[in-house]
């Protein structure tokens, strides 16, 4: 891109900044706001599934202490489409934060069964907008335009400000053969392009992908030879959300004369939702349920589950492992897994591959088979966006920081100044005006925010540290009753410990570690504090154990005083 | 393949097993004991290092109980190759199983350093072989056969029996260009074939990949070009016993005027046995110390290190995190990360490179850059081995179960008889004799042995169960000071809780959950068991806390008497 094509710098007057609560050096809980003057607009508010090491966590939300400080000026919540990484954290949000949210037909139907079930439907001011329709937000309009994703109704963002227009891309590929609606509105980005486009956010999911990602409609064409030669019952598990495989599917089953149990409950929920905003359009009859699988032979059954990554309590999951109370398997079925394995359910997924073999299933999955298509852009579709739309500034947005990093490169090699683009992480806060682009020197809480059980922690790190260390080596307890007045041991110690060591092996270990505490005490003053006692055992404890078993159990010492 | 092609029945009189002991629907610890008649041979004997569910463990091993009831009758352990994953379990089997080992002399150059660690050098006895070598071990000769792979000095084996032949061909590729040795011995292999096979066991990792794999030389290849663009220092991980990919990158650091620094303990010491033996030439003083860094501008630096799985405290780990003692990342550094990561460590390796990006290294992996080829042959080389060996009977072996099943599918493609060829799991025993091959009702013991700290467990479970219960809510701990004689409580119930809840949201909870106790115990018989009022405040409390915090800690409710 020359100099020549793109963007004059931002006009106006004040300040632009952008800044990324989640979704940018990370996968998932997409949020980034974006602040003009008065007026901050949010775009998406996601969640992501915890990391291996975050312990017990169910989810994992953005922060939004900046937003909260600043809530009077936040005008709304601007959704881009309806997957879990760009919409769950609402329902954790809007309590806190009650702004009206905007978003397409079918991202709000996906949005509003979530808030009923958490109770919020009738507190949240919800707008359906249509791709091409503009919201004016305080100084800040913004137009949806149609895209293509692994999700119906998807859309980039146009959100033009005092300085200039930014155009965000939302999660997209340029799907030029769609099975839901129309090919991305390629014609209005050029067009923006030609406007002048200030700043071009972008989705970098696939960044490392060579060329282009294959249309939606391969699948379909990769199902059919499937579905022509198995002889007998076929289960396909997919995203839940990813209403146009499942059009597909609903599609090949009835040409292959199969009817379609739906099986999972998010499944189940998601295809009522696109049915009744016609997203979704399943011929009379075709779709069946459970008790009706008996009256049908093997070979005019198609079973559509939830599972594709392998979660431990998901349909596929326990279909494969012989526990599920619908859907047992039997010889000659056949299982498509329609779906990549996210980075970090490799072994989930692996293993219930492994669990379908070990049953007798023939299997077809993406990584041998043409039964999946991303929804994101590879890099020729990438460059392709970045030429169209021309813009000044450039910040990639949407996944781990080796994806911004090698999108950063790409932008750079289709000529935007290196100085004009900016990979970031979470928290950076980045300013537009009429000077140029920087990172500024300040940053926003973007940490993890925990959801545990009931609980919203921000702080969960003490937590999280102590169930990494009981997960190590367990848990070793120590009590001990002294009489105050004498300081005279005359209960205990007794030793209860938990996931530290074999019970076969704890006997005599036990019985000298209880000699040793006896020992320990001996030393200390009869008048000190119990938490003199308490360091004392801790730590003389802990060397005994790690000498005798190199482990390091937590050690926790309680003294009672009678 | 057709029958004409195939060998005879088995002959001779007797009985042959086979019995998995690691290795076989899984991946690592390989272990498979060959029985004839009253001789017991072993075929490797590596660990595996644990996955992500066995919380705390360091390593896991085969369980031997199979072999020790047998042990009068086995006459050794024969190693194909030097990889962790087959000689690693022996420190902990030599101990308990004191038999001769034989292998080549790299592998045993390998083995013996680990020996030395564990203090049992000087009590085992090794033989060192070479390829063509055949060893007579009770009525079973055992023939080493050269073949590559991505460590030298690897071989298949040919186990001539009364019943037949076994060919194993251990872990390998067919590289007709290997960096170190010959290419594989295939007239040999074909030979046996002329000869009559009974029984091919053959490695399964790489049964899901098309064509054959890249010969190791291609990474040179790949090298080349990086090097003679990298303005800056050059960094490669790589695995510490890939000593053919060692020497490409110590060859390519010497074409281009670069010179070499090693940082990583497991690689240091396999550089020096490698060189040593003769299996790694290095010119002098192309390797350097540490200290000689200053002395010499980044364009002439190489530093090899451990760390391409992005394993917690390997170098490249914490040199990607600025956490290393020796190796600080410079701007204008370029990372070579010359391995493919390992199923289940991709989460870890991502997070490397992520770490790279951010300190601004240029970063080349095998995802997207030819610096890695695989060690293991792909569908067209495993066809291959079968229609030279034309074996009579097919087990494979080496991979999960998916990798099995597939490695099925393909030698019945080749015309093996399906009722020929079986896959199996750990402990499931083959049986063959003059009528044919098939799996016995019988089981060997064949479930994980966990190496954790000083213990070797073969029944970890109750521990490992606590431990995930703990890593997932953590533990709360009650105790009580009871009076035998009036069952009054005299002191507490205190409470004390790690890794269930942060601590600032614990003080009314618990002064709730204190009344809550003593309420539960108030309703108890005073002369009752200490364990039924153990059972009663865990279930009341438990019941309690769900319903306040939807979280399940484990709960040890701990009642000492005055």
Redesign the interface.
Known sequence: MTDGLSAPPAVGGGRLSLVPLGGV?EIGRNLMAVECNDDIVVVDAGLMFP??EM??IDLVIPDITWLLDRAQRVRGIVLTHGHEDHIGGLPYILPRLPVPVYGTSLTLGFLRSKLKEHGLLDATETHVVRPGDTVQLGGIAVEWIHTTHSIPDACALALHTALGTIVHSGDFKLDHTPINGEPPNLARLARLGDEGVLLLLSDSTNA?SEGITPSERTVGEGLSPIFSSSPGRILMATFASNISRLQQAFDCAEAHGRRSLVVGRSMLNNVTTAQELGFLRVAGGSLIWPRQLDGLTPDKVLIVCTGAQGEPLSALTRIAAGEHPIVQLQRGDTVIISANPI??N??LV?RT??????QGSR?FHS??HKVHASGHASREELKLLMTLVRPRYFVPVHG???H???HSELAKAVGIPAERVLPI?NGTIIEVDAEGIRRTTLRAPAGYVYV????I?E??D???R??????????L?V?L?VERSTGMV???P?L?S????????TESLFDEARAHVLELVSRLRPDSEWSVWQAAIHEGLARFLYR????RP?I?P?I???
Not at 548 to 551: C, I, L, Q, V, W
């Open positions: 050096g990391e291996q312990l017990g490392e980075p970090g490799e072994e692996h591959i492994n669990n379908l073999y070990r299997v990584s041998r781990e920081y080796r911004l990093a090698i992480d545990d059980g009931l609980e922690e702080a969960g003490v937590v999280l102590d169930r990494r260390h009981l997960a190590q080596d367990g848990v307890i009590v009753t005359v209960g205990g007794d209860v938990r996931g530290f060591i074999d019970e076969s092996s005798r078993t190199h482990r937590m926790l309680v009672t005083e009678v």
